[in-house]
């Protein structure tokens, strides 16, 4: 059984950051072994946008290597915790959502946490933090906020950071990691898993389980995967971000699009090669650098989608960047033959959200109109039938004109 055991740990620890503590989890996983007994691994995710991109996956895909051994997913729907706002790597208080925002926002979690996730009732078990946290009476909430010190609040980096600088913390932001240790406390959970941002929050979560007289859970974090810029994390506020309903055209471009230097967080955190064939992928004396990201992103479409729409993908990307030629499902937009800005134009072809946006494309050069760079987003287009419209590599719209 030890040696087992030591074989989990190994798979369980790739990708990771730290373990607290891997003693701890060898010994719960003995434990489960010999029991039969599903170990209960928790993960929290707070509905603040409607959608998953490849960096909430890490942590999806580590949970997922519990369930493929056996142990039970619970995944918590952070309703309640949502209203206030994970003050984590922030350095002003977050607004608080309004339960319309945040009812929409969760329903599409559970379809998109499901294309990692394992979602038959004997590994998944999908709970809404508001059915304890909304009923926990001031006596509940006194006895929950006694086993915590202001002073271990301030051990999280931003709150020293903000109180040094005096600017406002909110009390309420206080209770947010409380309540996430609470929910650990309502699900009796035995392992919880979060990004490195989510470190104290989880540690807290130990602290409450043992004042509540629960043996504390084990605590894994996982890396912050680098957005597509290559220097922020991946965020769709900052649109450096790959979803993973995503179209499969566009998963494939965009992870092309990452410099050879990413390849090998990506290959660790999003896919399931082995760490000596990591090694080989990104080493240029070995593998060309295009062949291998190639791989990476044909492996992950085919994560999202299948096999046949990530060769699809692949040589439709190959036809239009490295043979120049048209892509074969460029979407029609119909338009009146009334002359138009470019500006005005790329809004109407919904190649641009807004102006601003349209703007800064031209001026990076990157729009082009019937095959002609454009300068000016202001010139005058008069539409035409089968114009295409194109920004960058990966954007097109032909136009259908219909007479005003």
Same mark, same amino acid.
């Given at each position: 059984?030890?040696?087992?055991?030591?074989?989990?740990?190994?798979?369980?620890?790739?990708?990771?950051?730290?373990?607290?503590?891997?003693?701890?989890?060898?010994?719960?996983?003995?434990?489960?072994?010999?029991?039969?007994?599903?170990?209960?691994?928790?993960?929290?995710?707070?509905?603040?946008?409607?959608?998953?991109?490849?960096?909430?996956?890490?942590?999806?895909?580590?949970?997922?290597?519990?369930?493929?051994?056996?142990?039970?997913?619970?995944?918590?729907?952070?309703?309640?915790?949502?209203?206030?706002?994970?003050?984590?790597? =922030?350095?002003?208080?977050?607004?608080?959502?309004?339960? =319309?925002?945040?009812?929409?926002?969760?329903?599409?979690?559970?379809?998109?946490?499901?294309? *990692?996730?394992?979602?038959?009732?004997?590994?998944?078990?999908?709970?809404?933090?508001?059915?304890?946290?909304?009923?926990?009476?001031?006596?509940?909430?006194?006895?929950?906020?006694?086993?915590?010190?202001?002073?271990?609040?301030?051990?999280?980096?931003?709150?020293?950071?903000?109180?040094?600088?005096?600017?406002?913390?909110?009390?309420?932001?206080?209770?947010?990691?409380?309540?996430?240790?609470?929910?650990?406390?309502?699900?009796?959970?035995?392992?919880?898993?979060?990004?490195?941002?989510?470190?104290?929050?989880?540690?807290?979560?130990?602290?409450?389980?043992?004042?509540?007289?629960?043996?504390?859970?084990?605590?894994?974090?996982?890396?912050?995967?680098?957005?597509?810029?290559?220097?922020?994390?991946?965020?769709?506020?900052?649109?450096?971000?790959?979803?993973?309903?995503?179209?499969?055209?566009?998963?494939?471009?965009?992870?092309?699009?990452?410099?050879?230097?990413?390849?090998?967080?990506?290959?660790?955190?999003?896919?399931? =090669?082995?760490?000596?064939?990591?090694?080989?992928?990104?080493?240029?004396?070995?593998?060309?650098?295009?062949?291998?990201?190639?791989?990476?992103?044909?492996?992950?479409?085919?994560?999202?989608?299948?096999?046949?729409?990530?060769?699809?993908?692949?040589?439709?990307?190959?036809?239009?960047?490295?043979?120049?030629?048209?892509?074969?499902?460029?979407?029609?937009?119909? *338009?009146?033959?009334?002359?138009?800005?470019?500006?005005?134009?790329?809004?109407?072809?919904?190649?641009?959200?807004?102006?601003?946006?349209?703007?800064?494309?031209?001026?990076?050069?990157?729009?082009?109109?019937?095959?002609?760079?454009?300068?000016?987003?202001?010139?005058?287009?008069?539409?035409?039938?089968?114009?295409?419209?194109?920004?960058?590599?990966?954007?097109?719209?032909?136009?259908?004109?219909?007479?005003?």
């Amino acid at each position: 059984m030890a040696e087992e055991i030591a074989k989990q740990i190994r798979l369980l620890k790739r990708g990771t950051v730290k373990i607290f503590s891997e003693a701890e989890l060898a010994e719960k996983l003995t434990e489960a072994a010999k029991t039969s007994r599903q170990l209960r691994i928790k993960l929290g995710l707070d509905p603040t946008s409607a959608d998953i991109h490849l960096g909430h996956t890490v942590v999806l895909r580590k949970m997922r290597q519990f369930q493929d051994l056996a142990h039970k997913a619970v995944l918590i729907i952070g309703d309640y915790t949502a209203r206030i706002g994970d003050p984590s790597g =922030q350095d002003t208080t977050r607004p608080m959502l309004s339960p =319309q925002q945040i009812e929409q926002n969760a329903k599409t979690y559970f379809e998109q946490a499901g294309k *990692i996730l394992d979602t038959s009732q004997e590994k998944l078990e999908i709970r809404y933090n508001s059915e304890w946290l909304s009923e926990l009476k001031l006596a509940d909430l006194i006895k929950l906020t006694s086993s915590m010190t202001v002073a271990r609040m301030l051990e999280r980096d931003t709150f020293e950071l903000r109180y040094k600088d005096g600017d406002a913390i909110g009390i309420h932001e206080f209770l947010y990691p409380l309540m996430q240790g609470y929910d650990s406390v309502m699900v009796k959970s035995d392992v919880e898993l979060g990004g490195t941002d989510q470190t104290f929050n989880n540690l807290v979560g130990r602290d409450i389980q043992r004042a509540y007289g629960q043996s504390p859970q084990i605590v894994i974090t996982t890396p912050i995967l680098v957005g597509l810029d290559g220097k922020e994390k991946m965020s769709k506020s900052k649109g450096n971000y790959i979803g993973v309903t995503d179209e499969p055209g566009d998963m494939f471009g965009k992870v092309m699009s990452i410099s050879d230097e990413m390849m090998e967080n990506y290959f660790t955190l999003l896919t399931d =090669q082995p760490a000596d064939k990591i090694a080989e992928l990104v080493n240029p004396d070995k593998t060309h650098q295009k062949e291998a990201k190639v791989l990476l992103g044909k492996t992950i479409v085919s994560q999202f989608y299948n096999e046949a729409a990530a060769d699809t993908a692949a040589a439709e990307f190959d036809k239009v960047f490295a043979q120049g030629r048209l892509p074969d499902d460029i979407p029609d937009v119909v *338009i009146v033959d009334t002359p138009v800005s470019v500006k005005q134009l790329l809004l109407s072809c919904k190649l641009v959200e807004t102006g601003g946006e349209a703007k800064r494309m031209v001026a990076q050069g990157a729009v082009t109109v019937a095959g002609n760079k454009v300068n000016d987003p202001n010139a005058r287009i008069t539409p035409a039938d089968g114009m295409v419209i194109q920004i960058g590599k990966r954007r097109f719209a032909k136009l259908i004109v219909k007479k005003k």
